[in-house]
């Protein structure tokens, strides 16, 4: 027993360099840490400079969900995009229009007339790109590593993606202190431009799995069809729901938990997000593959309760340390159960629904936090921090036991 998470990270980084064996792989890998490593920048800068403006739970929120919300309205789009053409050049253009929103946030910032309106717009302009990009996103494992390799390529996501996690706000955080938060915006541009320089190199590098084209259209009617038919996968994305409603949301509070429950400033906003990213991180490197389907959902159930529970402890205690040790605990299920709810969608879904069920999961991730982060915003403002955080971590514990029944229901054949 002592023996199994050395073995299961033996095992994961076997796979890693395997993958990054695969030369356009390891070059949108490059190409993403710097992007999303700005990305983090600009998400920390975006909550504080909202929250020096407001002061307020409430407009944090508003402006999360300003940013989130918006892909409810074009993932289904996005969608169709990625059936149709290939990822890396849905996302090349994707980074231009980002890189463009940054820019206007940077200008807005050192001209002086960045107000908390001005951000909400920006960030859902941002929001609704993202939500065209995500599908095509979600994909780009797919395209460019083989099926047996699809496990391990989307840790490396992960793994690069909460690598960012951390430098991100590390550095930010530095700016911030400085107060040039305007200079943040500017390298989150910078950032994502590499990544479409990166994207520009790999356009034509073929996928490496087959599309299977669909001729039905895509629209949410026919998304909802095609998963009263795979109930398994519809369980897997209802948990998606329930975290991004419920337990993702606080993150999105990390500004106000730095001010008002540890008053550690920007350095504490800083560090907070640090330690869930190298959470994330080690959740991604100690992941163990699932033997089968059913061990894959025992696996996605669990990490989910755990995510939950972490919350919990996270809202209750005042140590500030403390809460940064649970973060950890938070960051690893919060990876962990994501990855492991990806790759079963993506290797259990019919492939010729594959895009009109990663729009929908494009939705869940993106709008389930989006207005998550606004109720807890309002909650927060009305009763505090911490009843807000322990009244949605029970809840999402109490949601991810009712979908376990669901999910774990016996069937007649593994659907």
């Known amino acids: 027993m002592r023996a199994h998470p050395l073995e299961a990270v033996r095992a994961r980084i076997a796979d890693f360099k395997a993958v990054f064996a695969i030369p356009a792989f390891a070059t949108y890998q490059a190409g993403n840490v710097i992007m999303t490593t700005g990305f983090w920048m600009q998400r ?25 919300f918006p892909s409810l309205l074009t993932a289904l789009w996005g969608g169709s995009l ?48 993202s939500g065209v990009l995500l599908p095509a996103r979600l994909s780009m494992a797919r395209h460019l590593a083989p099926p047996k390799l699809l496990s391990s390529a989307l ?28 200079l943040v915006f500017t390298v989150s541009a910078v950032g994502f431009l590499a990544l479409s320089i990166a994207l520009y190199r790999i356009r034509n590098v073929p996928s490496q799995t087959q599309r299977v084209p669909s001729s039905q259209p895509v629209n949410m009617v026919g998304v909802m069809r095609d998963l009263m038919h795979t109930p398994l996968i519809l369980g897997v994305l209802m948990l998606q729901l329930a975290q991004g409603l419920l337990i993702r949301p606080a993150s999105e509070l990390f500004p106000a938990y730095a001010e008002v429950a540890f008053g550690r400033g920007e350095v504490g906003l800083g560090l907070l997000n640090a330690a869930l990213g190298i959470g994330a991180i080690i959740g991604a490197l100690l992941m163990a593959k699932a033997q089968d389907g059913r061990a894959a959902l025992l696996q996605i159930l669990t990490t989910s309760a ?9 809202a ?15 960051g690893a299920t919060m990876s962990s159960s994501n990855i492991a709810a990806l790759a079963y969608v993506q290797l259990e879904a019919p492939q010729d629904r594959l895009g009109r069920i990663l729009s929908l999961y494009t939705i869940i991730f993106r709008v389930g936090p989006a207005l998550g982060a606004f109720l807890f915003g309002i909650t927060a403002e009305a009763n505090g921090l911490m009843t807000t955080g322990v009244g949605f971590a029970l809840a999402g514990l109490l949601a991810t036991g009712g979908l376990a029944l669901f999910i774990l229901k016996p069937r007649n054949q593994y659907q």
């Open 155 to 182: 840790a490396v996501n992960s793994t690069g993606f909460n690598l960012s996690r951390f430098l991100g706000p590390a550095l930010a955080a530095g700016l911030l202190v400085l107060g040039s938060a305007g």
């Open 44 to 68: 920390i800068a975006v909550g504080w400079v909202t929250w020096e403006l407001t002061g307020s739970e409430a407009w944090l929120g508003t402006v999360a969900f300003a940013e989130l």
């Open 316 to 330: 209750v205690t005042s140590i500030f340390w403390l809460a940064l040790a649970v973060l950890l605990l938070h």
């Open 306 to 314: 755990v995510f939950a529970l972490s919350l919990l402890v996270f």
């Open 82 to 129: 990625a059936d149709k053409h290939d990822a890396p050049k849905i996302m090349f253009w994707g980074q231009i229009a980002s890189a463009a929103v940054s820019v206007a946030l940077a200008l807005l910032y050192f001209t002086g007339t960045l107000m908390p309106w001005a951000m909400a717009g920006m960030m859902a302009v941002l929001g609704a790109v």
